[in-house]
T-cell receptor, first 115, second 109 residues
Framework: AAGVIQSPRHLIKEKRETATLKCYPI?????VYWYQQGPGQDPQFLIS???????DKGSIPDRFSAQQFSDYHSELNMSSLELGDSALYFC??????????????FGPGTRLTVT | KNEVEQSPQNLTAQEGEFITINCSYS?????LHWLQQHPGGGIVSLFM???GKKKHGRLIATINIQEKHSSLHITASHPRDSAVYIC???????????FGKGTKLSVKP
């Protein structure tokens, strides 16, 4: 069965550079969530999209932006990277709302290292 | 105070032992998730439950909504069960998850 795909899996950037992380949800999933997990930390919600519109916002820095495209894939854009942005970034997708199910399926994560 | 508390934080068991991980939460929820995270990072959804009990293989999850408590049990534990087990619940209007701190399980052969 198709799973959530994230790319790249690993990314090394320098301070003040920009990075773009991509997430491809499971086919027919219309909701995408982004989470950030710092070293030794529990994941924190960043932002979510439903039907290509931002649906909820968590602790996402102003330096980050995200969007969901017509094919439901999502991109997280990170600018002016800081050392503290080094983390594992997860994307998750869930089924259409009509199922009233928020069971989330996680991608493998993108490990971002800022040097 | 965290909205979701897990115990224990760390757990070491011998292969074959029955394991219980507990999760307590302080807010009203409609469903609770149990997730597994292996070293290297990948997160797998084990259960989403809103009442009663669910079973999948050697894993059993129970929830008591009135008592705001859930447990994850592993029967006949195996070293491949070694991972971090996280309980989480939907915290936002669109279901984004709020995570517990996780329980790090190590099963020794």
């Amino acid at each position: 069965a198709a799973g959530v795909i994230q790319s790249p899996r690993h990314l090394i950037k320098e301070k003040r550079e920009t990075a773009t992380l991509k997430c491809y949800p499971i086919p027919r999933h219309d909701t995408v969530y982004w989470y950030q997990q710092g070293p030794g930390q529990d994941p924190q919600f960043l932002i979510s999209f439903y039907e290509k519109m931002q649906s909820d916002k968590g602790s996402i820095p102003d330096r980050f932006s995200a969007q969901q495209f017509s094919d439901y894939h999502s991109e997280l854009n990170m600018s002016s990277l800081e050392l503290g942005d080094s983390a594992l970034y997860f994307c998750a997708s869930s089924q259409p709302k009509k199922t009233v199910s928020y069971e989330q399926y996680f991608g493998p994560g993108t490990r971002l290292t800022v040097t | 105070k965290n909205e979701v508390e897990q115990s224990p934080q760390n757990l070491t068991a011998q292969e074959g032992e029955f394991i219980t991980i507990n999760c307590s939460y302080s807010v009203g929820i409609s469903a609770l998730h149990w997730l597994q995270q292996h070293p290297g990072g990948g997160i797998v959804s084990l259960f989403m439950l809103s009442s009663g009990k669910k079973k999948h293989g050697r894993l059993i999850a129970t929830i008591n909504i009135q008592e705001k408590h859930s447990s994850l049990h592993i029967t006949a534990s195996h070293p491949r069960d070694s991972a971090v087990y996280i309980c989480a619940f939907g915290g936002g209007s669109q279901g984004n998850l709020i995570f517990g701190k996780g329980t790090k399980l190590s099963v020794k052969p």
